[in-house]
C-alpha cells in the first residue's frame, strides 16, 4: 500500500474495501492527533478527535472529492470536530486541564536546554490559549502543518483574507504574550490560572 | 490603511515564504526603510521560531487499534489480551466461571470482609458454581446481585459510566468481562465500589482511560454521602503510582472534592505527592487537599505539620504551594 497516492488509497475505500486504513492512518494520525491536541489543549479528548475523524473519512469516503488533497479534508473533519466540542459548554471548562502536559525532549540535549525547551513548552502553550479558537486554528494550521492560506480558508470555511487576518492577529497576540511571559514569574502558577 | 499596516499584513506569508515575488520584494524594502516595520519582522520572526520549539506530542498507540476495529480490520499489533484458555471448551467453562465471580448471587453482597487483593497473575477460577445468568448476551445486573470478589487480572474493556438521571441515586457501570456486563446500583452498594476500585486500579487492563474514570468517580463521589474511603484509598493509589500527571493531578483534585471522612484515610499519600512529586500541578493539588481536611476539622499529625512548615519556606518550590502550606498552618494554629 505504502507506495500508492492518497488518491488512489482513497478510490480502494469508496469501493467498499477498507484494507488501506492502516495506511491512511500511518501517513496522517500524527498531524491529526498534534493539530487537535494543540487546538483543544486535552489529550484525551484529541484521542476522541483521532479516533472519529478517521472512522469518519473512513465511513464517508465517498464525500471525498478527488480533486482536493486529503489532507485538507481530513484537517476540515478534524476542525470540525474540534469546533463542537468547544462549543459544548461542559469542555470549556476542562480546556485548561492538559496545560502542564510534559513531553519528553529529546535525549541528546542537556538537562539545562531540556529544561528550556519544556519551559518554552508551557509558554507557548499558554499563549496558544489566548488566541480565540479561530485564530488558534489559523495559526496552528499554518505554522505546524504547513498549509497554504487558501487550503486554511477551505478547511475554516471562510476567505482567503480572513485567514490572512487571523494568522495576522495570531501573531501579533502570540508575539506580545510571548514577550512579556519572557519575563518571568510563576509559569507554572499562571499555567494553571 | 498605512502601507505600514499593508506590509505587516504580509509579513506571515513572509515568514512561511508564500508571498509572491513582487510583494516579497516590496517588504523586504519596506523593512529596511523603515524602523519600526523592521522591529515589527524581527518580532514576528523570534517569534515564529520560538513556537517552532513545540514538540510533536506522540499519538497513543491504542486509536489505531480503535480506528481499524470500528471499521473491521484486523488490529496492527497482537492482541494484548492474553486468552486464559486456548482449546474452545475450556475457555467457555473459563468465561462461565469468569462471570461467576462477578454474578455469584446475593450471598456475597454487603458481605465485605477484607479489601480486595489484586494479584500480578493471570485470571484464575477456583470453582465454578451453577450460575444464574446466561453468558451468550449482554446483560444488566442489579448491583446487589453480584459478588465484587475479583481474582487475578482480568481483562475490562469497554467501560462506560451511566447516571442516567442525575436526581436519582442510581447510577450504572457497562463494562465486557468475556460478554459484556452491566451492573447497577447505588454509589454505595460495595459491589459498586470494588468493581470501581478495580477499575481504578488496573487501567492497563482498562479502557477507555482511568482519566475517565476519574472525573466520573469525581461527579459521583463528591456528593454528599456517596464519599466512600475504598475509592479514596483506590485514588490514593493512583496518586502515588500513577506514570501519568495528568491522571495524578486528577486524582489529587478528586481526593480534594471528596468528603474529609473519606479524604482523611489519604492523609499520609497527599503528604507523600506534596513531598515528592516532582510535578507542580499535583502537588497544588495535594496542598489543597491538606488545606480542606484542615478546615473541615481534621486533626493533622506531626509530620504532615513538618512537611507542611518545609514546603512554606522552600525557595524553590512553586509560589502558590508555599501560600497554601502557610495557610493550612495558620488554620492549624488557630
Known amino acids: ?193 | 490603511m498605512s502601507e505600514c499596516d499593508v506590509m505587516r499584513e504580509g509579513m506571515p506569508l513572509l515568514l512561511t515564504e508564500s508571498l509572491d515575488p513582487v510583494r516579497r520584494e516590496l517588504t523586504h524594502s519596506h523593512i529596511e526603510r523603515c524602523p519600526a516595520c523592521g522591529d515589527e519582522w524581527n518580532g514576528l520572526r523570534e517569534t515564529w521560531r520560538l513556537m517552532g520549539e513545540l514538540p510533536k506530542v506522540e499519538v497513543p498507540a491504542s486509536i489505531k487499534e480503535r480506528v481499524l476495529e470500528a471499521v473491521g480490520q484486523p488490529r496492527p499489533q497482537v492482541a494484548t489480551v492474553v486468552p486464559l484458555f486456548r482449546r474452545v471448551v475450556l475457555r467457555r467453562l473459563a468465561e462461565a466461571a469468569a462471570l461467576v465471580v462477578l454474578v455469584g448471587g446475593s450471598y456475597y453482597a454487603g458481605h465485605r470482609t477484607r479489601p480486595v487483593e489484586l494479584q500480578p497473575t493471570q485470571a484464575t477460577i477456583n470453582s465454578v458454581a451453577p450460575a444464574r445468568y446466561s453468558i451468550a448476551e449482554s446483560r444488566v445486573f442489579p448491583a446487589d446481585l453480584v459478588s465484587p470478589t475479583i481474582e487475578g487480572r482480568p481483562d475490562i474493556e469497554n467501560v462506560s459510566f451511566i447516571d442516567t438521571n442525575p436526581n436519582d441515586d442510581a447510577i450504572g457501570l457497562s463494562f465486557d468481562i468475556t460478554s459484556h456486563v452491566t451492573v447497577t446500583g447505588r454509589p454505595t452498594d460495595k459491589s459498586m465500589v470494588r468493581l470501581l476500585r478495580y477499575m481504578l486500579e488496573n487501567h492497563e487492563t482498562m479502557s477507555p482511560s482511568r482519566s475517565k474514570a476519574i472525573d466520573w468517580v469525581r461527579a459521583t463521589y463528591s456528593r454528599p454521602g456517596n464519599a466512600d474511603p475504598e475509592i479514596a484509598e483506590a485514588l490514593g493509589n493512583v496518586l502515588r503510582n500513577d506514570a501519568h500527571q495528568n491522571v495524578r493531578i486528577k486524582a489529587a483534585d478528586t481526593l480534594k472534592h471528596m468528603g474529609a471522612s473519606a479524604a482523611s484515610d489519604t492523609r499520609e499519600i497527599l503528604v507523600e505527592a506534596l513531598k515528592n512529586d516532582p510535578n507542580p500541578a499535583v502537588r497544588i493539588k495535594a496542598v489543597e487537599a491538606l488545606a480542606n481536611l484542615a478546615r473541615s476539622g481534621v486533626q493533622l499529625d506531626s509530620a504532615t505539620i513538618d512537611t507542611l512548615r518545609q514546603k512554606a519556606v522552600q525557595n524553590s518550590e512553586n509560589v502558590y504551594v508555599r501560600v497554601k502550606a502557610a495557610e493550612v498552618l495558620s488554620s492549624v494554629h488557630q
Not at chain 1, 134 to 151: D, F, V
Open chain 1, 1 to 193: 500500500m505504502k507506495h500508492l497516492s492518497d488518491q488512489e488509497l482513497m478510490a480502494i475505500v469508496q469501493a467498499g474495501e477498507f484494507s488501506p486504513a492502516s495506511e491512511i492512518y500511518d501517513r496522517y494520525s500524527s498531524r491529526i492527533y498534534n493539530f487537535a491536541y494543540r487546538f483543544l489543549k486535552n489529550s484525551e479528548a484529541a484521542e476522541d478527535a483521532t479516533q472519529e475523524v478517521f472512522v469518519k473519512m473512513l465511513r464517508h469516503a465517498n464525500q471525498f472529492h478527488g480533486d482536493a488533497k486529503l489532507s485538507t479534508w481530513l484537517f476540515s473533519i478534524t476542525a470540525n470536530w474540534c469546533r463542537d466540542y468547544l462549543r459544548k459548554a461542559d469542555n470549556k471548562a476542562k480546556e485548561a486541564e492538559d496545560v502542564l502536559v510534559t513531553l519528553p525532549a529529546p535525549a541528546e540535549h542537556s538537562p539545562e536546554r531540556n529544561l528550556e525547551r519544556r519551559e518554552n513548552e508551557r509558554r507557548i502553550q499558554k499563549a496558544l490559549g489566548a488566541l480565540t479558537p479561530e485564530q488558534r486554528e489559523a495559526i496552528l494550521l499554518s505554522r505546524y502543518q504547513g498549509l497554504s492560506y487558501a487550503e486554511i480558508a477551505q478547511i475554516s470555511g471562510c476567505s482567503e483574507g480572513a485567514v490572512k487576518t487571523r494568522v495576522f492577529r495570531a501573531m501579533e497576540t502570540l508575539k506580545k504574550a510571548l514577550a512579556v511571559d519572557a519575563g518571568g514569574g510563576d509559569r507554572c502558577l499562571n499555567a494553571m490560572s
